[in-house]
């Protein structure tokens, strides 16, 4: 199967740190793989250098063959590479169907000022946005909450938000950073459902994620990241059975990998 995502020997210092040394991972088209590890061993930091948010300093990142180093991060979205962030970042003024229609809206180069202010630019696809607005607040499970302020929505909700925004960019690559924090079990359980639809869509994945059970229930291969490097890659029954990754856990984080 083809590569959809190759990363090659990224490195990322920051001022006297390392956050990531040397990293190279591929992911391949139609997969949710999965990265794990312990705190501050740089899985944030892998994603901001995929989606432009920071330059390596060091290393490849190849999108289906192109490289997409020193592109600025709407470049990269309109490439196709999607995210949500650790800590939620949504246009918490707006309603969730606004929310929505502004990440719609950028294959259309219609900026959120446009929808906002429904400008002419934004008045001329208006038909297209709120249709494919409509379908993926159905498909999500956020139609009832079209007109909800998003700061008003419950937490849980708020992350499916940020997920239904990334969605509404059309990527062929979507990043996920922790969906499942703060999440009950049955908010997770429908963030798995979630996770499936959209991996159903076509859409590759990356999960970044500490709850390991959804992480080995949703995956087929994990990367372990530790201080920066890539310690482990496998299958999850491979990944949980490495003495590195049990010792990463055990020495960082006092717990277990859990089956
Ligand atoms: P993770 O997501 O795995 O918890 P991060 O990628 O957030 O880890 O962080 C990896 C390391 O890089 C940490 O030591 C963190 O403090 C550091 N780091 C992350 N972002 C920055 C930044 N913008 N400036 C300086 N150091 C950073
Ligand atoms: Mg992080």
């Given at each position: 199967m083809d590569n959809m995502l190759v990363a090659q020997n990224i490195t990322k210092e920051f001022i006297g740190l390392t956050?990531?040394?040397n990293v190279s991972l591929e992911v391949k088209q139609g997969e949710i793989h999965g990265l794990i590890g312990p705190n501050g061993s740089g899985k944030t930091t892998f994603f901001n250098v995929i989606s432009g948010v920071m330059l390596p300093t060091k290393g490849e990142i190849f999108l289906r063959g192109e490289n997409i180093v020193g592109l600025k991060a709407n470049e990269i979205s309109k490439k196709g590479i999607a995210r949500t962030f650790q800590n939620i970042r949504l246009f918490k003024e707006l309603t969730v169907q606004d929310n929505v229609k502004v990440a719609a809206g950028s294959r259309y180069n219609v900026s959120s000022i446009d929808i906002i202010f429904k400008t002419v630019r934004a008045r001329k696809y208006e038909k297209e946005i709120q249709e494919k607005t409509d379908s993926i607040l159905e498909a999500v499970g956020l139609a009832s909450f079209?007109?909800?302020?998003?700061?008003?929505?419950?937490y849980g909700r708020q992350r499916v938000l940020e997920i239904a925004r990334a969605w509404g960019t059309e990527p062929l690559l979507l990043l996920l950073d922790?969906?499942?924090?703060?999440?009950?079990p049955k908010e997770k359980e429908e963030l798995i459902s979630l996770i499936y639809l959209l991996n159903n869509a076509h859409i590759t994945i990356i999960l970044v994620e500490h709850d390991m059970k959804l992480v080995m229930q949703v995956t087929k291969t994990i990367t372990v990241f530790d201080s920066g490097e890539k310690i482990a890659e496998g299958t999850p029954q491979e990944v949980s059975n490495n003495p590195k990754v049990i010792e990463a856990y055990l020495g960082k984080e006092g717990h277990r990998v859990k089956n």
């Amino acid at each position: 199967m083809d590569n959809m995502l190759v990363a090659q020997n990224i490195t990322k210092e920051f001022i006297g740190l390392t956050a990531l040394s040397n990293v190279s991972l591929e992911v391949k088209q139609g997969e949710i793989h999965g990265l794990i590890g312990p705190n501050g061993s740089g899985k944030t930091t892998f994603f901001n250098v995929i989606s432009g948010v920071m330059l390596p300093t060091k290393g490849e990142i190849f999108l289906r063959g192109e490289n997409i180093v020193g592109l600025k991060a709407n470049e990269i979205s309109k490439k196709g590479i999607a995210r949500t962030f650790q800590n939620i970042r949504l246009f918490k003024e707006l309603t969730v169907q606004d929310n929505v229609k502004v990440a719609a809206g950028s294959r259309y180069n219609v900026s959120s000022i446009d929808i906002i202010f429904k400008t002419v630019r934004a008045r001329k696809y208006e038909k297209e946005i709120q249709e494919k607005t409509d379908s993926i607040l159905e498909a999500v499970g956020l139609a009832s909450f079209r007109n909800t302020v998003a700061a008003n929505l419950p937490y849980g909700r708020q992350r499916v938000l940020e997920i239904a925004r990334a969605w509404g960019t059309e990527p062929l690559l979507l990043l996920l950073d922790e969906p499942g924090a703060g999440m009950n079990p049955k908010e997770k359980e429908e963030l798995i459902s979630l996770i499936y639809l959209l991996n159903n869509a076509h859409i590759t994945i990356i999960l970044v994620e500490h709850d390991m059970k959804l992480v080995m229930q949703v995956t087929k291969t994990i990367t372990v990241f530790d201080s920066g490097e890539k310690i482990a890659e496998g299958t999850p029954q491979e990944v949980s059975n490495n003495p590195k990754v049990i010792e990463a856990y055990l020495g960082k984080e006092g717990h277990r990998v859990k089956n």
